[in-house]
């Protein structure tokens, strides 16, 4: 069974198969049981609430209150749990998701409708999820393979949008919320806790809390012992108000903080050549006003302006092996960001969603070099140019048109970008990458409960700061600028099924992925040398061609009053049309098969099997990445226990994870995944009602 994962698309999509040809009862197929899976409903791709069922993209959603996400020790390992994501964990405070088998800066990250991703994401890997505190997240969705007409650069691969918890009005009496939380992981993997408290008014509603949290290093699978250094610890705080400013106008401020501090990067000191490679402090700082004004004119049925601001730091901490010399490196970011949305309405079988949205960064990059046995520190040109600067300026609208059995979709977007890069030689750059794309998409109703769906889409990602003018150390590689990129592009076609009836629900999906002038670093020289400090030199250059391709699905299937079967598979295969050869990083064939118990009396428990096949297939670049064993990484299989219950005043989980101490490690990780460790949480809430 461990080798044929894909076994588990017969379990999952079976019961569902046998509605083809059958005319559904009602809207949601046969209502003769006690069991109904309630129509999932998604923001992400009309930017907007619609119905998943209707839309031709495939999106995947899960809630916080799957047993799966609270059991997480990092958003990074909460999101590693939605079909179609695979999560590459270069450290503990690392995190980088991978969807249709792109990562890094070609996977957008929003939150709160707000990107995350900014013009010093780097291409592969990066930590930038895990700035996100996992106890704010109220839901994820992951729209696959999509993203560049409603939100803009970036979403080649696709677009992880995450919805953090927001306070409700009161509907009838005023009450205030308190909530503690703590969670422990044995071996000291984990130890965390989260105060809460929550106003509901019948005009205004708040939320605020905070989080400690401390990780310790990883007790690896059987055999590999603990990775020392990997733990690290972190604390967060967040805050947001909603205020009804009349039954016409809804306004929402929010700010989000998190702070982590001496985060190992595990492999580099791992393998010797580091004795200290640390990021000390790696920082988010999110706020954001929104407000939304509602209509009843059919073109501005509801208009929302959103201003926001948010700032990342980041300090590295190097020193290598035997070495009296210690490199700082920091990078700030503050990024201001405006925009206007307007939803309009011109007939009850038409829904459009226009905008015009501003992004601006601002890059301030500094390097010093200290002496730790004389004292003497100078200092240097940061990982970028100080003071360079991003502008984004982009306009675009989206339709969705519902004609009977079908259901139309089709948008475009124009995208403006300026780089401003003032280096030391050649002097101040100037780069105006502009985009145009679209997207159209088919959801046609063979049944109410059988969706055939197919959408094609161009997406595009701006060269960023990152990619003309990082000038240092990056992996293995000595990375040096290149100001004349243009922007890479991508053609996604989609085709599959849809199906949801009372007690099945699932998707099945194949996509095809061509992307052009990707760009990507090639062995050059500087000053004449192919080294700096004994490190190849690389730049990048738009070069590939590129195409990924495969299948993923997901299913549900209710079995009984409250047990539910669920499970999810992806195969990707990418292939760099230049080289005639694998692509890099490509994930493996991985799959998930789990059994999830509700009961009337408040108790929960749920079983899951996660697999994934070995990765052989490997690039050069795959083949040269000190994070990858030799031939390989090889296949694995985890199994996981959960159990809970909810009180009055009270919810207790606990809970095993790799029960069989399996060895592991994701493709593409540098580090090892947990063994057999044990975890419980409890949560302990009050409230209190006054008029």
């Known amino acids: 069974m461990y080798r044929h994962p894909a076994l588990f698309i017969i379990i999952s999509f079976l019961p569902a198969l046998t509605v083809f040809g059958q005319n559904d009862p009602d809207e949601y197929g046969d209502t003769d049981t006690a069991f109904i899976l309630i129509p999932e409903i998604v923001i992400s791709a009309?930017?907007?609430?619609?119905?998943?069922?209707?839309?031709?993209?495939?999106?995947?959603?899960?809630?916080?209150?799957?047993?799966?996400?609270?059991?997480?020790?990092?958003?990074?390992?909460?999101?590693?749990?939605?079909?179609?994501?695979?999560?590459?964990?270069?450290?503990?405070?690392?995190?980088?998701?991978?969807?249709?088998?792109?990562?890094?800066?070609?996977?957008?990250?929003?939150?709160?409708?707000?990107?995350?991703?900014?013009?010093?994401?780097?291409?592969?890997?990066?930590?930038?999820?895990?700035?996100?505190?996992?106890?704010?997240?109220?839901?994820?969705?992951?729209?696959?393979?999509?993203?560049?007409?409603?939100?803009?650069?970036?979403?080649?691969?696709?677009?992880?949008?995450?919805?953090?918890?927001?306070?409700?009005?009161?509907?009838?009496?005023?009450?205030?919320?308190?909530?503690?939380?703590?969670?422990l992981l044995s071996q000291g993997i984990e130890k965390s806790s989260r105060f809460e408290i929550e106003s509901n008014l019948q005009k205004t509603a708040i939320l605020a809390g905070a989080t400690l949290r401390d990780l310790g290093d990883i007790l690896a699978g059987e055999g590999l012992g603990t990775l020392s250094p990997t733990g690290y610890s972190e604390k967060a705080a967040d805050a947001k108000i909603k205020h009804r400013i009349n039954h016409k106008q809804l306004l929402t401020g929010s700010i989000q903080w998190q702070k982590q501090d001496d985060v190992p990067l595990y492999h580099k000191i791992e393998n010797g050549d580091y004795s200290r490679y640390h990021f000390d402090p790696q920082q988010r700082l999110l706020s954001y006003l929104r407000l939304e004004s509602f209509y009843e004119s059919p073109i501005f049925s509801r208009i929302i302006y959103t201003v926001s601001y948010q700032n990342s730091l980041e300090k590295r901490i190097k020193q290598k092996t035997g070495s009296t010399i210690t490199n700082e490196e920091e990078d700030k970011v503050s990024t201001f960001h405006g925009s206007v949305e307007v939803f309009s309405r011109p007939a009850s079988n038409w829904n459009i969603s226009s905008g015009l949205e501003y992004y601006e960064d601002l890059v301030s990059s500094q390097a010093m070099s200290r002496n730790d046995s004389t004292g003497e520190s100078l200092t240097h040109r940061g990982l970028y140019p100080d003071g360079s600067r991003s502008r984004n300026l982009a306009v675009y609208t989206l339709h969705s048109l519902n004609l009977k059995r079908f259901f139309f979709t089709f948008g475009g977007r124009f995208n403006h970008i300026q780089l401003l890069v003032p280096d030391e030689d050649p002097g101040e750059i100037k780069i105006s990458p502009p985009a145009l794309v679209g997207n159209a998409g088919i959801n046609y109703k063979l049944t109410s409960g059988i969706r055939l769906v197919t959408s094609i889409s161009t997406g595009f990602r701006a060269p960023n700061i990152n990619d003309v003018s990082s000038f240092g150390i990056a992996d293995f590689r000595y990375e040096i600028p290149n100001y004349d990129l243009k922007p890479e592009k991508s053609l996604n076609l989609d085709a599959g099924l849809k199906l949801h009836s009372g007690r099945y629900s699932g998707n099945i999906m194949l996509f095809r992925n061509q992307l052009n002038d990707l760009i990507t670093n090639v062995k050059s020289t500087y000053n004449g040398s192919d080294s700096i400090d004994g490190v190849q030199v690389y730049q990048r250059i738009n070069l590939n061609k590129a195409v990924i391709q495969g299948f993923e699905a997901d299913g549900r299937v209710g079995i009984l009053t409250g047990l539910t079967l669920f499970g999810n598979i992806s195969y990707t295969y990418g292939k760099d049309l230049n080289a005639d050869a694998p692509l890099r990083r490509i994930p493996p064939l991985n799959s998930r098969l789990g059994m999830k118990y509700s009961g009337s009396r408040n108790f929960h428990a749920m079983m899951e099997w996660a697999h994934a096949g070995d990765q052989t297939r490997l690039s050069q670049g795959d083949i040269d990445d000190n994070r990858i064993q030799e031939g390989g990484t090889p296949e694995w299989n985890v199994f996981n226990f959960s159990l809970g219950y909810t009180g009055i005043f009270f919810q207790a989980d606990a809970g095993i994870h790799n029960m069989f101490n399996e060895a592991y490690r994701h493709h593409g990780s540098g580090i090892d995944g947990r063994g057999r460790c044990f975890w419980i949480s409890l949560k302990i809430y009050n409230t209190w009602s006054f008029n």
Request: glycine fraction near 12%.
């Open 46 to 183: 009309q930017r907007s609430k619609t119905d998943n069922l209707n839309r031709p993209e495939y999106i995947s959603a899960m809630s916080s209150m799957d047993p799966r996400m609270g059991s997480a020790t990092s958003t990074p390992d909460a999101l590693s749990v939605v079909p179609g994501v695979w999560m590459q964990q270069t450290n503990l405070g690392g995190g980088s998701p991978f969807v249709r088998g792109l990562t890094g800066y070609h996977t957008l990250i929003l939150i709160d409708g707000i990107r995350l991703n900014n013009s010093t994401f780097r291409s592969g890997p990066n930590q930038y999820l895990n700035t996100i505190d996992p106890l704010l997240i109220d839901r994820v969705e992951v729209m696959k393979g999509q993203g560049s007409v409603p939100y803009g650069s970036d979403a080649l691969g696709g677009t992880v949008q995450l919805f953090s918890k927001s306070p409700d009005f009161s509907v009838a009496r005023n009450k205030i919320t308190g909530r503690l939380y703590g969670k």
